[in-house]
């Protein structure tokens, strides 16, 4: 028998609901005090000029705050810099642009996930752009639909930056793109990858004919997969055998063909292989071998790289090896909370390297250099950002505002890094 929910279980639901979305709203209260703490100046910019380490998080409108400090807030946030810039500058957004949704929230009349989702839309408006948005959606959103507030969104930009309306009119047919999303979230699980595209119209047409017609060859041919499996199949199968057009423009002639590149790593408790051309993913040596089975597949074979050993040169620049086992140790930028991977990363040495006495500076060597992205590198290099790495693989960072976090990574136990706060100094 269907037991219905007591009225005290019911009030206990509201109560922790209500708790949640008050909790949202001190948190997001929080934020906009920490932004009046580290603004860049006094006043509210009414332009997009940029101070020395300032960033605009937000519209046109909002303060400008410490770049460097707000990757600090990012951290306490358990975000990464980018994730956590963007949550901030939605908070900023509403607070600042958008004053009667703000109001509204703060009254717990408007849950805030769904006004920072409108935030999310408004930064690139001009102010009276957001302004306009502010006053038509502020007494409805808490029911208003999406498909409204996307509407409303389209209006402001027709009426208060016509420029952008044109732009964005000429730019739709050229928004046309395919991806092949190598590091995604598959690549390290079930040895599939996830694609995506926009075609144009008789593209997606042929596209479907030909898709179609390659599924329907393999069910004739005997294959026993599923039509989406089959289909798959045929989209690989015209990828190693359709790869010039008609007219060859190539020097070499070259058609191509599936391209294995295999690192050997010595785990012997881990059944898996990695590779270098799939976003750096773990597949299974049984799949490994029907991959180089299959004809037009070229496989090369690298060399063992001892991730642990210590390699060194006197240059500043490091020598192709090093490189290599540097990149496959870390493979994602080692800031706190960021996953960029190590093909969008700079070389960094953890203790300088003194040009002009290289006696006297960090060494070009395995453990004093670790994989940073470009703005985690600046962020390193023009703040008090600083970190060390107690064993390899591990790194110990420290904030602008005293905070710590550990960074960490295990080969078999996903590919992500993993951020860790440290209230405690580290084990010696």
């Known amino acids: 028998m269907r037991k219905t929910p007591t ?7 509201r109560d922790l609901r209500t708790a949640r979305d008050t909790a949202d709203v ?28 300032g960033v605009l998080l937000g519209g046109v409108g909002c303060p400008l705050v410490s770049e460097f400090h707000a990757y600090d807030l990012a951290a306490g946030l358990a975000m990464s810099s980018d994730t956590g810039c963007f949550y901030i500058g939605k908070v900023l957004e509403l607070r600042y642009r958008l004053p009667r949704v703000w109001k509204r929230v703060v009254d717990l009349q408007v849950p805030a996930w769904k006004a920072l989702k409108l935030a999310a839309s408004t930064m690139f408006l001009p102010f009276d752009g957001a302004a306009h948005v502010d006053r038509m959606l502020a007494p409805t959103l808490h029911s208003c639909s999406f ?17 952008e309306a044109e732009r964005r009119r000429l730019k739709a047919a050229d928004d046309r793109d395919f991806q092949v999303h190598l590091g995604g979230r598959n690549a390290t699980t079930d040895g599939t990858i996830d694609v995506t595209g926009s075609l144009s119209t008789e593209d997606a047409l042929d596209l479907e004919a030909a898709v179609k017609q390659g599924a329907k060859s393999l069910g004739d041919l005997g294959c026993e997969e ?27 002639g070259d058609t191509g063909g599936r391209g294995v590149v295999i690192y050997a790593h010595i785990d012997s408790d881990s059944p898996h292989a990695t590779l270098d051309n799939v976003g750096g993913g773990d597949v299974l040596i049984d799949q490994l071998k029907d991959w180089c089975q299959t004809a037009g597949t070229s496989v090369t074979i690298k060399p063992v790289i001892d991730l642990n050993q210590e390699i060194t040169t006197q240059a500043y620049v490091p020598t192709a090896r090093l490189v290599e086992q540097v990149r496959l140790r870390d493979q994602n930028c080692v800031f706190p909370n960021c996953t960029r991977r190590a093909n969008y990363c700079d070389l960094d040495h953890r203790v300088p390297f003194n040009k002009n006495n290289p006696d006297a500076g960090g060494k070009t060597t395995t453990s004093n250099l670790s994989l940073l992205c470009r703005k985690h590198h600046r962020a390193k290099t023009f703040s008090t950002w600083a970190y060390d790495s107690p064993h390899p693989g591990v790194y110990d960072w420290t904030s602008p505002s005293g905070h710590r976090f550990r960074v960490t990574r295990g080969r078999r136990h996903g590919r992500m890094p993993t951020t860790t706060p440290l209230n405690d100094p580290p084990d010696p």
């Not at 009225?7 to 639901?13: D, K, N, Q, S």
């Not at 009046?36 to 940029?50: A, K, P």
């Open 7 to 13: 009225p005290t279980a019911i009030a206990a639901v």
């Open 26 to 53: 001190e948190l997001m209260k929080g934020i906009v005090q920490w932004a009046v703490e580290h603004r860049i100046d006094n006043s509210v910019i009414d332009d997009l000029t940029f101070g020395v380490d």
């Open 147 to 163: 498909a409204q507030i996307e509407r409303t969104i389209a209006q402001a930009i027709d009426l208060f930056d016509p420029e």
């Open 226 to 252: 599923s039509l989406g499996a089959r289909r798959s199949m045929a989209v690989g199968e015209m990828a190693r055998t359709q790869l010039t057009l008609d007219l060859d423009t190539t020097e070499s």
